[in-house]
């Protein structure tokens, strides 16, 4: 079963996500902050991860470039998924390695879950690291 970790520190976001996710044959698990992201994907080695950028602890940005610059999880790939709206916050977001980018308010579970597919069918080679 492919795994998936949600880091969001939206509560209702997360849960939301995860149930999407399952439903749809991934085994999920979550986190609540970037530090504790950053601990669950080195321990359960996910195949793709979904992050937010505004969280406590560590933002999403320093755990993109953390997750990039370590060989254990350079591979993996992240879908961004933001309440920052500004170019710059994505294109950043890119440029430190994120397979996707995409603003919460014009985005549906749903369409996560085509991006998690499309991401993963993709392959490996599609995140600059």
Known sequence: MTK?????DDRMFRKAAETTLSRHGYSVTTASDGEEALQ???SEQPEIIVLDLIMPKLQGFDVLQILKQDTLTSHIPVIVLSSLAQDQDK?????LGAAAYFN?????LGELVNQVEQT???GQGTCPS
Not at 4 to 8: E, I, M, S
Not at 91 to 95: N, P
Not at 104 to 108: H, I, L, N
């Open 4 to 8: 998936v970790v949600v880091a969001d």
């Open 104 to 108: 919460k308010s014009a985005f549906s």
């Open 40 to 42: 669950l994907i080195r």
């Open 120 to 122: 993963l069918t993709k």
């Open 91 to 95: 294109q950043e977001a890119l440029d």
